[in-house]
Each structure stands twice: as C-alpha cells, then as structure tokens.
C-alpha cells in the first residue's frame, strides 16, 4: 500500500513530533499485554497546506465492557483541559495497535469513515509493537480515499453497487507519509546516546533467528485465506440458487403462455398474470464488503513478508560477507 498515490487528499504527508512517537509506544508497552491487546488513542495537532502536523495525543483509558463510559465525553473534557493550558487541542485523527499487521477490519472502517466524514484531514495511525522489536519502527498512516467513501457512505455492498463504484481493494485506504520531526535538543541527545552505545547493541538487530516471525506472518497469511475460500463457496452458493430460481421462474412463464395460448384457442379467457415476485421471493445478494477487507488484509500480509524477508536477506548477505573476510585475509 505504501506504492499508492492519490494527489485528491487533502492530506500529502504527516509530519508527527518524536514525543508523540514516544507517547503512543509506551502506551502500547503499558497496556497491550505483549501486543496483542488492542489499545487506542486521539491525535491532536493542526493542518498546514497539504501537511498535516501530529503534536500531542493522549489514550484512551482501560474498561470493560460492563463499565459505562462516553467516549465523546472523555474527548471533549481531555481538549479541553488541554486548551486550558495552552497546547495543541484540535482534533486531527486516532491511532491503534495492531498484531502482526492484522488491522483491516469493519470496526477500523466504521471508525475511520466517521472520522474522516466529521473532519475531512483525519488519518488513523497503526503501529505494531512487534515489528518494532525486530528494528523497524512499524508506525504507517492511513486514510480512506474517496471513493471509498462514496461507496461505504451509500450502505449498498452488493456485487452491482461495487461494479457499479469501480471499487476494489487496492481503492479502499491510501497510505500518507510519515516523517518524525525532533527538536534540536533531541537530536543533541541522540547524538549523544549513540556515542554512548555499546558495539553489542548496535548490532542486536543483526540477529539471524527470523524464522519464527515469518512463521506467524504466514500462519496469519493461512488463516485470511481460510476466510476468503469460506467466503468464496458463500458467494458460489448463492449463484448456484439464483440461477437454479431463474431457470424455474423462466419454466413458469413459459408454462403459463402456453396454457393462455390453448385457452384462446378454445374461446376462454386467458389465465390471469400473477406477480411472480410473489411466487418467487427474490434471493438477496451477499454484502461483498467483507470479502474486500478480507483481499486488502491479504495484500497487506504479502507486503509485511515481502518487507521482512527482504531484510531478512540482506542480514544474511551481510554475515556471510562478514565470514568471508578472515579467510580472505
């Protein structure tokens, strides 16, 4: 996903403040139970041209599902507790947790689409705890294009509203860029913890022993594949009764001329024309929404094996370079 562009959002790139970064992966770390807890949160900030500019964000607090709890309220109180003292409060999108990827589902679309009907710049933020821990910040933002919300906007998932919507998977959500913006006294301190680092550090991400992440990738990749073959033989299912009741709705009318036809012959009147809705109910079309969700998250799984095996090539090119060199020596 990270290869579509479309130049109709409002939205070219986000630029996000590494303390907000640093906010949203502690809140994962405190509360994601190993990462795979969902857990959520609202980003604030302010739109400049075509940058939309992240600068604080705070976290949804832990309930259960017993427990009252307003969500809009908690918002309104949280912005305006934070207008009091003078910081960023300006509502600009949400940002969520995954597992391994898997965050391609109806509650993210429902979320997603009325944040962005409310304010038109709203982006979702995924980060995966993860992937992270394997030396790669996984933190992509997303939005939903415009198509995608004219379709979604309508409520007719039937295989005709999609023909008719040109909709397909790669037309659900588009990726913006994101960069991460530090302070000069950031980058100071970087500079500075780097030069304290230890050779044994720098070099963890070098690890070879990726098998077992790339194992949960596909396990994952195996099970949204079950779901598309289940929802597959659903489709197949209601093809094979539509076709089976036109074939019988095309043998009564057939029947039915013929027996007017010989009535007239005879001098009667010709039978009466029955609805023949009535006779038939018509077999309504399975919501085709699923399945597109069903064909992004796949897609998306390819991606992430495409990404992590890839590095995981290069660190193999890399040590086999590095046990070369003594002999050559």
Known sequence: MASRKHTSSPVQYVQIDGLVVLKIVKHCQEEAAGGTDLVQGVLLGLVVDNKLEITNCFPFPRHNDEEEFNEVQY????????????????HVGWYQSTYFGSFINRPLLDSQFNYQDNIEESVVLIYDPLRTTQGYLAL??????????????????????????????????????????????????????????TDEDKFNYLDLATSSMLEKNLRQLMDCVDEV??????????????NKQSVQKQQFLTK???????????????????????????????????SLLLAEQINNYCQQIGEFSSQSVGKLF????LQKEPLES
């Open 140 to 197: 992509k933002a997303y939005r939903l294009t415009r198509e995608m919300m004219d379709f979604y906007r309508n409520g007719d998932y039937s295989p005709d509203s999609i023909k008719e919507s040109n909709i397909s998977f790669e037309k659900m959500f588009e990726e913006i860029p994101i960069y991460v913006k530090n302070s000069h006294l950031t980058n100071a301190l970087l500079c500075e913890v780097e030069e304290k680092t």
């Open 75 to 90: 918002q309104m109180e949280m912005m305006r507790n934070l207008r009091h003292v003078n910081i960023d409060h300006l």
């Open 229 to 242: 073959a289940m929802d597959a033989n659903r489709f197949l299912n209601y093809q094979r009764q539509y």
């Open 256 to 290: 039915r001329q013929q027996e007017n036809t010989a009535r007239e012959a005879r001098g009667e009147k010709p039978l009466p024309e029955d609805d023949i809705n009535k006779m038939f109910k018509p077999i309504p079309a399975p919501a085709r929404l699923d």
């Open 318 to 321: 890399m040590s086999e370079t």
